[in-house]
């Protein structure tokens, strides 16, 4: 069974980088599929934020892109969310999830990480 | 960027009733690449179907989808208390580079 655990500094200052990973479990990430992060604002809708191979390929939301950074590390088994510039507009619960894809029928996240929620604060 | 639209906001049913969810794209969506999820207070989203019209290992058979192009639905045939929870889609758009977007999400709420 596939899980997925978030973890990182739960405040971070504005201006500075936000920082997350994702430890996999049931399931080696070089064996296949792509990885994501998405976001939630409080109360609000999900966003997704961007997704990485194991071969390091990503691509990333163009919103975000400018100041997004996703990077894996296949000997640990987890993957890496860089945010950079951080402002309060960015406080959210992340979530990490194993992205599925089929040609017939695009592509899903599951399953998901329980999140981990980081505030944008001085 | 492909808009998805939700509707409506907010959904109340009772028990047992039959729940019709709505998620309108503003453009055609490749291929049937529609996604919905289920999400509860507190907790992380779950996928209930993907591909329009595929359900997901381990949701039962009363969730259904359905639609194409710009329209799709999810239905849950027969309401239990513990499908009250909020309705996201989401699209695969396959145009290099990929990209996913969500709905703004349905509120189902118990009458």
């Known amino acids: 069974q596939v899980q997925l655990q978030e973890s990182g500094p739960g405040l971070v200052k504005p201006s500075e980088t936000l920082s997350l990973t994702c430890a996999v479990s049931g399931y080696s990430i070089s064996s296949g599929y792509y990885w994501g992060w998405i976001r939630q604002p409080p109360g609000k809708g999900l966003e997704w934020i961007g997704s990485?191979?194991?071969?390091?390929?990503?691509y990333y939301n163009p919103s975000l892109k400018s100041r997004v950074t996703i990077s894996v590390d296949t000997s640990k088994n987890q993957f890496s969310l860089k945010l950079s510039s951080v402002t309060a507009a960015d406080t959210a619960v992340y979530y990490c999830?194993?992205?599925?894809?089929?040609?017939?029928?695009?592509?899903?996240?599951?399953?998901w990480g329980q999140g981990t929620l980081v505030t944008v604060s001085s | 960027e492909i808009v998805l639209t939700q509707s409506p906001g907010t959904l109340s049913l009772s028990p047992g009733e039959r729940a019709t969810l709505s998620c309108r794209a503003s453009?055609?969506?490749?291929?049937?690449?529609l996604a919905w999820y289920q999400q509860k207070p507190g907790q992380a989203p779950r996928l209930l179907i993907y591909?329009?019209?595929s359900r997901a290992t381990g949701i039962p058979d009363r969730f259904s989808g359905s639609g194409s192009g710009t329209d799709f639905t999810l239905t849950i045939s027969r309401l239990e208390p513990e499908d009250f929870a909020v309705y996201y889609c989401?699209?695969?758009?396959?145009?290099?580079?990929?990209?996913?977007?969500f709905g703004q999400g349905t509120k189902l709420e118990i009458k």
């Open positions: 453009q055609s969506v490749s291929s049937s690449y």
């Open positions: 989401q699209q695969y758009g396959s145009s290099p580079p990929p990209m996913y977007t």
């Open positions: 591909g329009a019209s």
């Open positions: 999830a194993r992205e599925g894809y089929d040609i017939l029928t695009g592509g899903w996240f599951d399953p």
């Open positions: 990485i191979y194991h071969s390091g390929s990503t």
